[in-house]
């Protein structure tokens, strides 16, 4: 039996497919992240039945029940049905909404994604729902898919018809249906086989979807394997090393890449050193000038706005770490703004920022884009501080360029400048490991936990001290690494 997972599974990669099937048990545990997501999508649904009235729901639970339970529902032409499931020829499929039309003797199928726009998968996953409600001889009529409309603002109670939109999608996947066929054919064939198919691994594992088979497959790679750079040498670039058998960057012969982030990593491996342009260095570090702010904010975004004023997946700021420096190596002060209530703090944390931070020098962030969104959007929210985030922007460094342009590069760094991979190679002894909470989706979470369920004092006091301890490590280690750069420069 081939299932709509198992063939979009197919799509993205035919082990994929292969081991869901017959290796569920590599398959890891659904963790609080995964669930999460399980339990958004879940909540976009409950939200599009409500566009549907007159609507049944096969419900969640046993498939052989919610089987039995759709045939009656079909038979009868029940105007619209939820999670209908459907089940033979080979195929088996749950469809989110199916919409009976009546003048067409035919079903509509709707399928609800949490996302702000339609994908190429999404025609897939109906291309094969069609395949499947076809093969057990139903009529269909039109396809379409219900999404987040990001225009949608929140002004008290979620509006299902304001935040939901439906694009019909009839031609794009009766335009698929040839194709679905024979691919459905081949998924069918690829999963009965006995022996697990071997693939060239290129950026399927992750694309479009993670993978969770990937500590499986990944196992045996090195840890300085061409994986490790992934996206630079993008799925060519790994398709041809991997074509001539190299799987260890130390192993890409010279010439292959002559500019650009691959090629600085590469000379650095190949000589085992770390590359700096002094000069560059310099010059860039020369925009600086004391006193010098170290900002970093943390924010939540939530597909369905849990706040008035914001839209699907628009991010609240919720807490900034700032360290401020006088002078060169002089002392550090710190200082912080949480927000310990659910809304919109953005005055709150405005008017905090605006305490401290003085008239002069240098506001430094790392990939400064996210932090100069920020303050045009507290800006917004908070016209009166507008032009106190406009001069902070306007006095903004990005401590990130520096790497991001190749002016300091340690192999160790793996083509990335990300903060997490630049600070433990240049200043081990500060490490984001001890951290209960040492990612900025996971402080994310933690907040929105913090401040909208229904726990103990002891466990808010806990994420509270985690999120700070978070937060401040990010400054800190602007701090730090610009003191490096200073030294070598
Ligand atoms: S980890 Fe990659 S190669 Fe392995 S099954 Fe998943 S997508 Fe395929």
Known sequence: ??????????????????????????????DDDLQRVFDMGYE???????????????GD????????KTKPLMVEKTPVIFQPTISGKGLFCRADIIRYRKELDAWDIIEVKSGTS????????????????????????????????????????????????????????????ESTEENIKKALTTIKKKDEPQVKILRQCQNPYECPFIPYCWKDFPDDSIYEIGGPLGAGGIEELI???????????????????????????????????????KENLSRISYPIYYL???????????????????????????????????PLEHYVFLA?????????????????????????????????????????RAPEYKEFFEDVNERMYDLMEIFRKGYYVDQKFLCSASLKKVLPAMVPELSYDDLDINQGMAASYAWSDMVTKDMKQEEKDKIYNDLLEYCEQDTLAMVKILEKLYQIS
Not at 12 to 30: M, S
Not at 351 to 376: H, R, Y
Request: net charge negative; charged share 30%; hydrophobic share 35%.
């Open 243 to 281: 074509d001539q058998d190299i799987i260890r960057t130390c192993d890409i012969p010279e010439g292959l890449y002559t500019a650009g982030k691959v090629k600085r990593h590469l000379d650095a491996v190949k000589d085992d050193v770390i590359l700096i342009d002094k000069n560059k260095i």
């Open 1 to 30: 039996m081939l299932t709509k997972s198992n063939y979009l599974k197919y799509l993205q990669c035919t082990r994929y497919a292969w081991l869901y099937k017959n290796r569920k048990d590599l398959i890891p545990e659904v």
């Open 61 to 68: 639970g046993d498939i052989k029940e919610q089987i039995e």
């Open 340 to 380: 310990k209530e659910f809304g919109d703090p953005s005055a709150k944390m405005a008017a905090s920022l605006k305490k401290v931070i003085g008239k002069k020098g240098t506001i430094i962030a790392w990939n400064m884009s996210f932090e100069k969104g920020c303050n045009e959007e507290m800006g917004e």
């Open 296 to 330: 970093d904010y943390e924010t939540f975004g939530a597909a369905i706005p849990l706040l008035d004023g914001f839209g699907p997946y628009e991010s609240v700021s919720f807490q900034y770490s700032l360290h401020i420096q006088e002078e060169k190596d002089g």
């Open 118 to 177: 339609v994908k190429g998968i999404h025609i897939d996953d109906l291309a094969f729902q069609k395949a499947c409600f076809e093969e057990n001889g139903y009529k269909v009529a039109n396809f379409s898919v219900i999404y987040l409309d990001n225009t949608y603002v929140r002004k008290g109670a979620i509006e299902s018809e304001k935040m939901l939109k439906e694009d019909d999608v009839t031609k794009k996947v009766n335009g698929r249906s």
């Open 44 to 58: 976009i649904e409950g939200y599009a039945y409500k566009l549907f009235s007159d609507g049944v729901d096969v």
